[in-house]
């Protein structure tokens, strides 16, 4: 009796095995077909795209020589619908970096379809925002504890935590900002190399050992310059991010939000906004480059003579420097159009 | 002349626009329907690799309660041509984990042609390899100079460069893995959480202060010991590659090169170097536990009495054990089949 119970329910499930086994090849026959039908037909529309861009590229070269008048509507036109629309999915790769390839190996960061980039674009937006505010509070606590709590010395390790947590934050920012870029985004390297040298800051002051006692008011102000270029860090964040977020906004409203690249001014509300934004940048910049000529400063008059102190100050000067050439640089460009 | 030849350049170079601007708007036409298209096409291939798979598990639960012999050879083959094949590229996609979004955000990273998949798998494995030799270079250079140049005293730079590229290196290892596992790899869990611990002790020794003179041989005993536990690592390495990277080549020879996950002995003959390889590993593993136990008790007698001393001997302990408790749960699942 239960020998054939067994041997019936045996049989109905060896059934749906063979079934199964059959849906399982249709399905993969089907895939495996998908799969190189789409291929050719995205070689095709991809080799497509890279004609027209050649194209293109020749055409622009010809009107930069000065053969014909700049603002040919048609022209800007057809690169728009190539940079913009799904078409440009088909474009080549823009080259990977070296910095993804070094994390990450050589896998696909790329979105094809344009939705899908602009969530990772919006998602790194709010990202921003949310760090801005944590890299607000975090060193504005530490440098309150400090005068409060901890009578005028930090103690080692939540400095420490802070600046790993830094070290975290700029690496995935770089990160972002390269996948950013594969997708499309214009932005300019120097602002992906700005956090390439915040990381190696953090990094180098993670080895910066944190005197005590005796005289730490002294031993550690070069930890409190560190802490106030941080706050300002913050401040400049913010005021950018909020910037940032409002030319998305009207990009919107001009049902431009397909385009990871503003070619022309017709974010006109928003220039002005920036025209606010950038002499608070400017100062923070010059502020920033003060606090790394002050950590020089520091090193050579022997104040605290560690080879830290040197790199710090050395690379808050690049990076002011850099920070400020790059911010003339995009109001150039866009003034330009 | 000058006005006419100008005029007729124009011309040539309007006709060229707009020409252009066609063809970019027919491939953006052709872009956007193929776009379309494949999603819906993939939308339905997904749900019948959804329904396929849930009956399959289905199935695979009845089978567990004992109604039928395990070892199904049609059972296993609808699962291994939907595991394996095209097909299981649409299967849902394993859940992202919060390492990757933390780092880079909710961007894909998954490849949907096996080859491709492959091709990332073998990226990782010569990755590895490349590591493993600078493993066992780095920390034996600095374990070679320190008795032959440095006088027994090692100079903080160097240490502090090599666990800067540690934290990097495993950094990029648990990013690797986990896209690996996104893409379908069957790696253990553990594996990736042994990685996130090495970091946790790479970024806790960066702060680890190196005393030098006087008596820094005394001083500097934890750091020795952290060395030879890096050395034993890359020993570890090597054995593991030269073992996977076999693995790798008896699946290809074995036409199965498109299996990211093996389910049954068909590696017998690996297996047997596994067998050779594990009790070197029981080995390591000991001595990984035995340093930080030492690093444990040196806190604990007060030669150094800092946290990060003990916090890196903690780890240690941990993941010996973990990496005991895994070694030994593969074995066990390897010989159950
Ligand atoms: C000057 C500034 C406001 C210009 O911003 P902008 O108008 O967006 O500049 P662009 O039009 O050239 O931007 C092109 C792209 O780069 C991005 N981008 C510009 N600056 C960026 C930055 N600092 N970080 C990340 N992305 C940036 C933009 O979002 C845009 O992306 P998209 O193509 O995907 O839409 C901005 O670069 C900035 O705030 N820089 C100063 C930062 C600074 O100095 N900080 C430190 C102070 S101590
Ligand atoms: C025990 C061991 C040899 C088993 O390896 P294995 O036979 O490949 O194990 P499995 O069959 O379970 O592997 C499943 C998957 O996980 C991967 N994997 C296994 N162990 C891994 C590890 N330690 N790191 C990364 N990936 C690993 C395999 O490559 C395989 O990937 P795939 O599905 O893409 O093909 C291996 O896990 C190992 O070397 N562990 C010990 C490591 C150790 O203890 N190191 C420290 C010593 S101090």
């Given at each position: 009796?239960?020998?054939?119970?067994?041997?019936?329910?045996?049989?109905?499930?060896?059934?749906?095995?063979?079934?199964?086994?059959?849906?399982?090849?249709?399905?993969?026959?089907?895939?495996?077909?998908?799969?190189?039908?789409?291929?050719?037909?995205?070689?095709?529309?991809?080799?497509?795209?890279?004609?027209?861009?050649?194209?293109?590229?020749?055409?622009?070269?010809?009107?930069?020589?000065?053969?014909?008048?700049?603002?040919?509507?048609?022209?800007?036109?057809?690169?728009?619908?190539?940079?913009?629309?799904?078409?440009?999915?088909?474009?080549?790769?823009?080259?990977?970096?070296?910095?993804?390839?070094?994390?990450?190996?050589?896998?696909?960061?790329?979105?094809?379809?344009?939705?899908?980039?602009?969530?990772?674009?919006?998602?790194?937006?709010?990202?921003?925002?949310?760090?801005?505010?944590?890299?607000?509070?975090?060193?504005?606590?530490?440098?309150?504890?400090?005068?409060?709590?901890?009578?005028?010395?930090f103690?080692a390790?939540?400095v420490?935590?802070?600046?790993?947590?830094?070290?975290?934050?700029?690496?995935?920012?770089?990160?972002?900002?390269?996948?950013?870029?594969?997708?499309?985004?214009?932005?300019?390297?120097?602002?992906?190399?700005?956090?390439?040298?915040?990381?190696?800051?953090?990094?180098?002051?993670?080895?910066?050992e944190i005197k005590?006692?005796?005289?730490?008011?002294?031993?550690?102000?070069?930890v409190?310059?560190?802490?106030?270029?941080?706050?300002?860090?913050?401040?400049?964040?913010?005021?950018?991010?909020?910037?940032?977020?409002?030319?998305?906004?009207?990009?919107?409203?001009?049902?431009?939000?397909?385009?990871?690249?503003?070619?022309?001014?017709?974010?006109?509300?928003?220039?002005?906004?920036?025209?606010?934004?950038?002499?608070?940048?400017?100062?923070?910049?010059?502020?920033?480059?003060?606090?790394?000529?002050?950590?020089?400063?520091?090193?050579?008059?022997?104040?605290?003579?560690?080879?830290?102190?040197?790199?710090?100050?050395?690379?808050?000067?690049?990076?002011?420097?850099?920070?400020?050439?790059?911010?003339?640089?995009?109001?150039?460009?866009?003034?330009?159009?």
């Amino acid at each position: 009796m239960e020998e054939s119970s067994s041997s019936s329910s045996q049989k109905k499930i060896e059934e749906e095995v063979s079934r199964l086994a059959e849906l399982a090849k249709e399905l993969q026959d089907s895939a495996s077909s998908f799969i190189s039908n789409s291929t050719t037909e995205e070689q095709s529309l991809r080799q497509r795209a890279l004609a027209i861009d050649s194209n293109l590229k020749k055409l622009h070269s010809s009107v930069q020589t000065g053969a014909i008048d700049r603002k040919q509507a048609h022209k800007v036109r057809a690169r728009c619908i190539l940079s913009d629309g799904d078409g440009a999915s088909f474009l080549p790769n823009k080259s990977h970096g070296r910095f993804l390839k070094m994390f990450l190996g050589p896998i696909n960061v790329r979105a094809s379809r344009k939705d899908v980039q602009l969530k990772v674009k919006e998602e790194y937006n709010s990202y921003r925002d949310r760090t801005a505010f944590l890299f607000l509070l975090f060193p504005s606590t530490l440098l309150l504890l400090r005068s409060w709590v901890w009578n005028g010395c930090f103690p080692a390790l939540p400095v420490q935590l802070y600046q790993a947590w830094l070290l975290f934050l700029y690496t995935s920012l770089a990160l972002r900002e390269n996948i950013l870029r594969v997708n499309g985004s214009d932005i300019r390297s120097w602002w992906i190399c700005h956090h390439y040298c915040a990381m190696v800051m953090a990094l180098v002051s993670l080895t910066w050992e944190i005197k005590g006692q005796p005289d730490c008011s002294h031993m550690q102000s070069d930890v409190q310059l560190f802490l106030l270029w941080a706050v300002m860090q913050g401040v400049a964040m913010l005021l950018q991010n909020r910037y940032q977020r409002q030319r998305l906004y009207t990009r919107i409203a001009l049902g431009k939000a397909k385009r990871m690249d503003v070619v022309w001014g017709e974010t006109a509300g928003v220039e002005g906004q920036l025209l606010l934004l950038c002499p608070i940048l400017f100062v923070l910049q010059g502020f920033e480059a003060y606090i790394g000529l002050l950590l020089l400063k520091n090193s050579l008059v022997g104040v605290v003579s560690e080879w830290q102190v040197v790199v710090c100050g050395i690379l808050l000067v690049v990076m002011a420097v850099g920070n400020f050439a790059n911010t003339v640089q995009t109001l150039i460009s866009k003034s330009r159009i």
